[in-house]
């Protein structure tokens, strides 16, 4: 019995063999045929890299767009090349035809586009306004207007019959690298380095929607004809088709090896095309996200890939210099086999599985006959129809498909080893910087809110029946609900109550919103509440600021004056005069006092428990422990891990329900990663405005964490005076001036400036080859970092170079507002090459100039710079 199973799964091997032999060789067989039917011609004229193509709306003329400085159009049929356009002595980055087809846009490195007539040849208009690359343009749908994209990190609508820059639209924080209308132009989409899809109205300057989810740079976009999908390319080598209503994803296309350069639908919107740096052209059914086929023949890099309006070619253009036009048609044909492939594939894998522990040894056998009988017959169909490319073509995809899948189950568990043993660094640092960014705008916004006094424009007459009072307020009518038996009492005090509402940034960091509006009665107190009534963005309850009472209002205790306190507040008053007769007295006793003050070190407190130790101190600058007008203190929290836990992402969140108004304060901090062991400190700054009063507060100091790890939270009590810190000084003796001379020459010798640490991230070109080409752009791209406890303005880079003429161009001097504490600012620096630069080795120097608030580090880098051959 043993003999025959073990003869039965020897008859099994060579019957896979065979089947794998079989099916390769008629793989590698129709690899020409398949060429011959699908590739149509090579059109060469260029010398440099095809950058952009649009084919014309009637299919029958090809434009091109290259780095050889020229325009050409080719004759579709039959490959001809009927013009040049000259006149550039810059590289063309970007084309498209009028949708009439009477002209065509194109744009340069020189920051211009200009339009032609076709025709004749001839420049009707150039275009100015860029700052840098013009990299991407798009006619609209009636042809009238053209939006263009650029490396100044910015998108432009123009009128093409004047030429007039109609408006300028910001949101993008680097290179927009493509635009394109919908079907009915009133809008227009983007893609940018910055990883984002931005939809936009024409009819205003703001983006509808902003679209996450590529974790690379977004390449290429375009609408569906139908207007209702985008689809998107990318440098992490996928593809999203989005729905435009929702911002949804609906599907991710994967299969390239290399980065996304172009993708383009179909004029019926059933197909897609897309090509990269994997040098392939690759056709995907939108409906269910199936590769139809891969066309291989470029040589280099593809750069861009267009359906022609006909639905008949596909044309790419790569670094290689040529275009290449494709007859998908075909493959649209033999791609109607391919279901019945699939399913005979996988019947031939379940009868050739391995014996069921259910199944009988006689089932086995039975069921293995039946595999090499089904073996022959899919042998003896496909050597009958070798010709007909259905299948052939067929084949030789589902060859490619299981190569692929092989490799990239190989490539992920390679993957999965490495995973275990290394980050990537280069992916932490994108997701860090992607975090930072979101946090900072976040954070932006919760520092945005605050409590604001209003003004009443108007009020209206009160309606009786409706109970309410149209109040006029910022220019706008709003109705506030007063109970008719108070109403004659709110108009009679009207002069005497105060409106109080929220204030804070929305979600584009460049609008304000004014909300929760209250009218407080001066006498009774009772609030009125109208308009808009919501929760602040990104603020908890116990983050919010404290609610103003009235204008002259400290903390919820305070009431107003009633008559017996009027009363008191006039005897204060007649006190008061007493006290300024005797002010030189009073100021003599304080010289006295502060001469007998010492010093108060801030007394160090824990909370400690079996797993965490939490050591905090509160610092003020008058170490008196009273936080006076405009002081800045510092809350030092101190936590040591003794747990074998290692704490993800703990939050400090800082809290008051009574803190004055004047009372500004950090709502939180985060220890990113906190290992068994490890201890670390945090400092949240607690500030005392001009306006606060003598009282004391309680700030609560929660944590949290993802897991519920916690250490043990607490309440700080700070005591606040109204009079600034003092700077009256006394008389010394001769001693002790000599000792504040000898204090003096210590700290000129030990030097403890804050140092900004600076480290360069990455270095990127137009050509993304790390050689700054004539008429190129790079960008030099590094981090500086705060290590010291405070916020530090207005910061200069300094940037020197060696070995180099005045044909490369770069700002010698930046300025960098602020860095806050602890935090990391990125820079970049362009460097822009002339036309005239040579080939070199370029020595570059950053410094920050030093001044008595910082110092800073020096780095070196080398930009290799080649000139035009």
Same mark, same amino acid.
């Given at each position: 019995?043993?003999?025959?199973?073990?003869?039965?799964?020897?008859?099994?091997?060579?019957?896979?063999?065979?089947?794998?032999?079989?099916?390769?060789?008629?793989?590698?067989?129709?690899?020409?045929?398949?060429?011959?039917?699908?590739?149509?011609?090579?059109?060469?004229?260029?010398?440099?890299?095809?950058?952009?193509?649009?084919?014309?709306?009637?299919?029958?003329?090809?434009?091109?767009?290259?780095?050889?400085?020229?325009?050409?159009?080719?004759?579709?049929?039959?490959?001809?090349?009927?013009?040049?356009?000259?006149?550039?002595?810059?590289?063309?980055?970007?084309?498209?035809?009028?949708?009439?087809?009477?002209?065509?846009?194109?744009?340069?490195?020189?920051?211009?586009?200009?339009?032609?007539?076709?025709?004749?040849?001839?420049?009707?208009?150039?275009?100015?306004?860029?700052?840098?690359?013009?990299?991407?343009?798009?006619?609209?749908?009636?042809?009238?207007?053209?939006?263009? @994209?650029?490396?100044?990190?910015?998108?432009?609508?123009?009128?093409?019959?004047?030429?007039?820059?109609?408006?300028?639209?910001?949101?993008?924080?680097?290179?927009?690298?493509?635009?394109?209308?919908?079907?009915?132009?009133?809008?227009?989409?983007?893609?940018?380095?910055?990883?984002?899809?931005?939809?936009?109205?024409?009819?205003?300057?703001?983006?509808?929607?902003?679209?996450?989810?590529?974790?690379?740079?977004?390449?290429?976009?375009?609408?569906?004809?139908?207007?209702?999908?985008?689809?998107?390319?990318?440098?992490?080598?996928?593809?999203?088709?989005?729905?435009?209503?929702?911002?949804?994803?609906?599907?991710?296309?994967?299969?390239?090896?290399?980065?996304?350069?172009?993708?383009?639908?179909?004029?019926?919107?059933?197909?897609?095309?897309?090509?990269?740096?994997?040098?392939?052209?690759?056709?995907?059914?939108?409906?269910?996200?199936?590769?139809? @086929?891969?066309?291989?023949?470029?040589?280099?890099?593809?750069?861009?890939?267009?359906?022609?309006?006909?639905?008949?070619?596909?044309?790419?253009?790569?670094?290689?210099?040529?275009?290449?036009?494709?007859?998908?048609?075909?493959?649209?044909?033999?791609?109607?086999?391919?279901?019945?492939?699939?399913?005979?594939?996988?019947?031939?894998?379940?009868?050739?599985?391995?014996?069921?522990?259910?199944?009988?040894?006689?089932?086995?056998?039975?069921?293995?006959?039946?595999?090499?009988?089904?073996?022959?017959?899919?042998?003896?169909?496909?050597?009958?129809?070798?010709?007909?490319?259905?299948?052939?073509?067929?084949?030789?995809?589902?060859?490619?498909?299981?190569?692929?899948?092989?490799?990239?189950?190989?490539?992920?568990?390679?993957?999965?080893?490495?995973?275990?043993?290394?980050?990537?660094?280069?992916?932490?640092?994108?997701?860090?910087?992607?975090?930072?960014?979101?946090?900072?705008?976040?954070?932006?916004?919760?520092?945005?809110?605050?409590?604001?006094?209003?003004?009443?424009?108007?009020?209206?007459?009160?309606?009786?029946?409706?109970?309410?009072?149209?109040?006029?307020?910022?220019?706008?009518?709003?109705?506030?609900?007063?109970?008719?038996?108070?109403?004659?009492?709110?108009?009679?005090?009207?002069?005497?109550?105060?409106?109080?509402?929220?204030?804070?940034?929305?979600?584009?960091?460049?609008?304000?919103?004014?909300?929760?509006?209250?009218?407080?009665?001066?006498?009774?107190?009772?609030?009125?509440?109208?308009?808009?009534?919501?929760?602040?963005?990104?603020?908890?309850?116990?983050?919010?600021?404290?609610?103003?009472?009235?204008?002259?209002?400290?903390?919820?205790?305070?009431?107003?004056?009633?008559?017996?306190?009027?009363?008191?507040?006039?005897?204060?008053?007649?006190?008061?005069?007493?006290?300024?007769?005797?002010?030189?007295?009073?100021?003599?006793?304080?010289?006295?006092?502060?001469?007998?003050?010492?010093?108060?070190?801030?007394?160090?407190?824990?909370?400690?428990?079996?797993?965490?130790?939490?050591?905090?101190?509160?610092?003020?600058?008058?170490?008196?422990?009273?936080?006076?007008?405009?002081?800045?203190?510092?809350?030092?929290?101190?936590?040591?891990?003794?747990?074998?836990?290692?704490?993800?992402?703990?939050?400090?969140?800082?809290?008051?329900?009574?803190?004055?108004?004047?009372?500004?304060?950090?709502?939180?901090?985060?220890?990113?990663?906190?290992?068994?062991?490890?201890?670390?400190?945090?400092?949240?700054?607690? %500030?005392?405005?001009?306006?606060?009063?003598?009282?004391?507060?309680?700030?609560?100091?929660?944590?949290?964490?993802?897991?519920?790890?916690?250490?043990?939270?607490?309440?700080?009590?700070?005591?606040?005076?109204?009079?600034?810190?003092?700077?009256?000084?006394?008389?010394?003796?001769?001693?002790?001036?000599?000792?504040?001379?000898?204090?003096?020459?210590?700290?000129?010798?030990?030097?403890?400036?804050?140092?900004?640490?600076?480290?360069?991230?990455?270095?990127?070109?137009?050509?993304?080859?790390?050689?700054?080409?004539?008429?190129?752009?790079?960008?030099?791209?590094?981090?500086?970092?705060?290590?010291?406890?405070?916020?530090?303005?207005?910061?200069?880079?300094?940037?020197?170079?060696?070995?180099?003429?005045?044909?490369?161009?770069?700002?010698?001097?930046?300025?960098? %507002?602020?860095?806050?504490?602890?935090?990391?600012?990125?820079?970049?620096?362009?460097?822009?090459?002339?036309?005239?630069?040579?080939?070199?080795?370029?020595?570059?120097?950053?410094?920050?100039?030093?001044?008595?608030?910082? %110092?800073?580090?020096?780095?070196?880098?080398?930009?290799?710079?080649?000139?035009?051959?």
């Amino acid at each position: 019995m043993y003999k025959n199973y073990l003869k039965i799964l020897i008859i099994m091997k060579i019957f896979n063999i065979f089947f794998i032999i079989f099916f390769l060789f008629f793989s590698q067989k129709i690899y020409s045929q398949e060429e011959k039917k699908e590739f149509v011609r090579t059109l060469k004229g260029h010398t440099y890299r095809v950058n952009s193509v649009s084919f014309s709306p009637n299919g029958k003329y090809i434009i091109s767009g290259s780095w050889d400085e020229t325009l050409k159009l080719w004759q579709t049929e039959s490959g001809e090349e009927i013009r040049t356009f000259k006149g550039y002595e810059y590289r063309v980055n970007a084309v498209d035809y009028s949708p009439d087809g009477e002209f065509v846009v194109s744009g340069t490195s020189d920051n211009t586009f200009k339009l032609w007539r076709i025709q004749t040849g001839e420049i009707i208009r150039v275009f100015k306004g860029h700052k840098s690359n013009i990299l991407t343009l798009a006619f609209s749908p009636d042809g009238n207007y053209i939006v263009s @994209g650029s490396a100044d990190n910015t998108l432009r609508l123009w009128d093409r019959r004047e030429g007039k820059k109609i408006k300028k639209y910001k949101g993008h924080s680097d290179y927009v690298n493509d635009v394109d209308f919908s079907p009915d132009g009133e809008y227009f989409a983007s893609a940018s380095d910055d990883k984002t899809i931005k939809i936009w109205e024409t009819s205003n300057k703001y983006s509808k929607r902003t679209l996450y989810g590529h974790k690379d740079f977004v390449t290429d976009v375009e609408f569906s004809p139908d207007g209702r999908y985008l689809i998107s390319a990318s440098a992490d080598k996928n593809l999203i088709l989005w729905d435009v209503d929702s911002g949804d994803t609906i599907r991710v296309f994967r299969g390239h090896t290399n980065k996304i350069n172009a993708v383009t639908f179909s004029s019926n919107g059933s197909y897609i095309a897309s090509a990269g740096c994997d040098t392939t052209v690759r056709v995907w059914e939108t409906e269910k996200g199936r590769l139809l @086929g891969t066309f291989t023949g470029h040589q280099a890099i593809i750069n861009c890939v267009q359906f022609s309006q006909n639905g008949k070619y596909v044309v790419s253009g790569s670094d290689d210099t040529n275009l290449k036009l494709w007859d998908y048609s075909n493959l649209l044909i033999t791609y109607s086999g391919y279901d019945e492939k699939v399913r005979y594939e996988r019947d031939l894998t379940d009868l050739f599985a391995p014996k069921d522990e259910f199944e009988t040894l006689e089932q086995y056998e039975e069921r293995l006959k039946k595999a090499e009988l089904f073996t022959l017959e899919m042998y003896e169909k496909y050597r009958q129809i070798e010709d007909d490319s259905l299948e052939l073509i067929t084949l030789k995809e589902q060859n490619r498909l299981f190569a692929e899948e092989l490799a990239r189950r190989k490539q992920a568990e390679i993957d999965s080893i490495a995973d275990g043993m290394r980050m990537d660094e280069e992916l932490t640092m994108e997701i860090e910087k992607a975090q930072k960014e979101e946090l900072s705008r976040r954070e932006n916004i919760k520092k945005s809110f605050e409590n604001i006094y209003l003004k009443i424009d108007e009020i209206g007459y009160y309606n009786a029946e409706a109970q309410y009072f149209p109040i006029t307020i910022l220019g706008k009518v709003e109705y506030v609900k007063v109970p008719i038996e108070s109403a004659r009492d709110f108009k009679q005090n009207l002069q005497d109550v105060e409106v109080i509402g929220d204030k804070q940034l929305l979600e584009d960091c460049e609008t304000f919103d004014i909300f929760n509006i209250k009218i407080i009665h001066p006498r009774t107190g009772v609030t009125y509440a109208f308009g808009k009534q919501k929760r602040p963005l990104y603020l908890e309850a116990g983050e919010m600021a404290f609610t103003l009472e009235n204008e002259n209002a400290t903390h919820p205790d305070d009431k107003w004056a009633t008559d017996e306190e009027e009363n008191n507040s006039n005897t204060i008053a007649e006190n008061e005069t007493d006290t300024l007769e005797n002010e030189t007295d009073t100021l003599e006793n304080e010289i006295d006092t502060l001469e007998n003050n010492k010093k108060i070190e801030a007394e160090i407190l824990v909370k400690e428990d079996e797993l965490f130790k939490v050591e905090y101190k509160f610092i003020e600058p008058s170490m008196d422990n009273i936080l006076n007008a405009k002081e800045e203190g510092n809350l030092q929290i101190t936590i040591t891990n003794k747990s074998e836990i290692e704490l993800k992402k703990l939050k400090i969140k800082l809290s008051s329900k009574d803190a004055h108004k004047a009372l500004k304060y950090d709502k939180s901090a985060i220890f990113k990663k906190l290992a068994s062991g490890e201890t670390d400190v945090r400092i949240l700054k607690i %500030k005392a405005g001009k306006k606060i009063i003598d009282g004391t507060f309680n700030f609560n100091v929660t944590f949290e964490e993802k897991d519920d790890n916690l250490p043990q939270g607490f309440t700080l009590t700070i005591t606040t005076s109204e009079k600034e810190a003092s700077t009256i000084s006394t008389s010394e003796d001769e001693s002790t001036k000599e000792e504040d001379v000898e204090i003096k020459e210590e700290a000129s010798k030990d030097d403890k400036r804050p140092v900004l640490q600076m480290k360069i991230v990455e270095f990127i070109d137009d050509g993304r080859d790390n050689i700054l080409n004539a008429k190129e752009e790079g960008k030099l791209i590094l981090t500086i970092k705060n290590t010291s406890g405070q916020d530090i303005k207005k910061i200069k880079l300094l940037v020197e170079t060696e070995n180099v003429s005045k044909n490369l161009k770069y700002k010698s001097k930046i300025t960098i %507002k602020k860095i806050l504490t602890s935090g990391n600012h990125t820079e970049k620096i362009a460097f822009k090459a002339g036309k005239k630069i040579e080939t070199t080795e370029v020595k570059i120097k950053i410094s920050i100039e030093e001044n008595e608030n910082h %110092k800073g580090e020096d780095i070196e880098f080398n930009i290799s710079t080649k000139a035009k051959e």
